[in-house]
């Protein structure tokens, strides 16, 4: 019985690596796959098959799970293979997706490439992403030179090369060291994921140009409001900086209205991949414009601006702060003192100060509208439900969230949704979306594991 245990014990704590491979056509990830795997007809100098779907396949000696998928650049059925993709993503907890790019003649040629895989899954944690450079007995330069640049330019650690006659003992082994040092992560794909990570649409000049024309003013905006916060300091600086943020991100929601409006686009019919394309890469790019301002405000958020832990009772969604007491079980609204203010932000940060904003001939207008208090996350004469809850086991909420709640729409750059909500049709399709991902995952079927005993 003991040994049962420990062998239940170690597979618990030495989980099955998952690889994920993406990358275009022709890079030799199918060919890699076959190597590991003992599987053919995949790649795609073999004229029985392409690469259409995702599928996973147990390592040819039991140690890992590869997962093979279409070319995320491929011309036809570029929705149909990107969906299988995400698919696999959400297959099992992951350890790595391995960006697979060909070793070109030109080293710079090799990176072009990688940037576009490397922009999309900057959503995704940076321990998941790796890259594998194949074909490297083709080129001049060497292993130690294309993982100096990788890491150099997108802060990549886990880079794999690999030559046409590597021994796959060896490959695994390579890969199996790059999913080193951290548990497999469950990701799952839905909608919102699915358009920051694919880029879905065409090169139709109209929308294009209006995102453009969107986007620069955007970028106008921010660039007027870098000027004018060097008069501000301290705490003011700190609240401006949370208020700039949350209302950039409110006319976020209001650009990507007016765009649809404009545009026709009702993401219904025939053209509905394309519209929520065009839509998302609109959404991606004015996100970006603001990435900066969203790292500023998290690094206050941590450093001594009073944000402290908070986490939400569930069964009536109420938020508690931990004054004091211990890991264990109370009752939801079971209070040290009724009189206790429940700061979310420590002395002088416990008051918010609040701006208006307005672009006015071309320049950022900023007003002071008074302060806000953040001293009370509970509202209202009752508190809580009086059920119990377990601190330790509650779930943590974003107190910087908090800070930058108004009441209406998102707080938080992560969490702006690619497509407006109240677009006719947006939500259907978003449903629908995820619902197919979650069709393509349910598909793939992971066989027998080797048997090498």
């Not at 004229?47 to 998928?69: C, H, L, N, Q």
């Not at 839905?190 to 065409?202: G, H, M, N, T, Y």
């Not at 969203?294 to 069964?315: F, L, M, N």
């Amino acid at each position: 019985m003991q040994n049962m245990f420990g062998f239940i014990r170690k597979a618990i704590d030495n989980p099955t690596p998952y690889v994920v491979m993406v990358g275009d056509p022709g890079t030799g990830k199918s060919t890699v796959v076959e190597k590991l795997t003992g599987q053919t007809g995949r790649s795609s100098d073999d004229s029985r098959s392409w690469t259409k779907t995702a599928e996973p396949f147990w390592t040819y000696d039991g140690t890992m799970v590869i997962s093979d998928t279409p070319g995320c650049n491929a011309i036809d059925d570029k929705m149909e293979q990107s969906q299988w993709i995400a698919g696999a993503i959400s297959f099992m907890p992951l350890s790595k997706i391995l960006i697979i790019v060909k070793a070109e003649v030109r080293q710079d040629t090799t990176i072009k490439t990688l940037e576009y895989y490397s922009d999309k899954l900057i959503q995704l944690p940076d321990e998941l992403i790796g890259v594998m450079v194949t074909h490297m007995d083709q080129v001049m330069y060497d292993d130690d030179s294309i993982k100096k640049v990788i890491n150099r330019k997108f802060g990549i650690e886990d880079v794999v090369c690999t030559q046409l006659d590597d021994p796959r003992h060896k490959l695994v082994a390579k890969i199996r060291k790059s999913c080193e040092g951290h548990k497999p992560q469950k990701v799952t794909v839905d909608s919102a994921l699915f358009l920051k990570l694919f880029d879905i649409r065409e090169s139709d000049r109209k929308p294009l140009k209006l995102i453009a024309k969107e986007v620069d003013l955007f970028n106008s905006v921010k660039e007027s409001f870098d000027r004018i916060r060097d008069n501000y300091t301290g705490k003011d600086l700190v609240d401006l900086l949370f208020e700039f943020q949350a209302w950039m991100i409110e006319q976020i929601e209001v650009i990507q209205k007016n765009f649809c409006t404009e545009l026709d686009f009702d993401f219904m019919g025939v053209d509905a991949d394309l519209q929520a394309g065009y839509c998302a890469l609109l959404t991606n790019q004015l996100r970006t414009v603001i990435y900066g301002i969203r790292i500023e405000t998290e690094k206050y958020a941590v450093s001594g601006h009073g944000v402290v832990d908070a986490r939400q009772c569930p069964h009536c969604q109420e938020v508690w702060i931990k004054i004091a007491g211990c890991e264990g079980s109370t009752t939801c609204g079971n209070r040290l003192d009724s009189s206790l203010a429940l700061d979310i932000r420590a002395g002088e940060y416990a008051q918010l100060g609040t701006y208006r904003f307005a672009w006015i001939n071309n320049t950022l207008d900023i007003q002071s509208a008074g302060m806000r208090s953040l001293a009370k996350v509970i509202s209202g004469d009752s508190y809580g439900c009086g059920k119990s809850i377990e601190w330790s086991k509650m779930k943590p909420i974003d107190t910087k969230v908090l800070c930058l709640d108004k009441n209406k729409g998102p707080s938080k750059l992560d969490e702006i949704d690619p497509l407006p909500k109240d677009v006719k049709g947006s939500r259907y399709y978003k449903e629908k979306l995820t619902g197919d991902i979650q069709d393509k995952t349910k598909k793939m079927h992971l066989g027998d594991k080797p048997d090498n005993h």
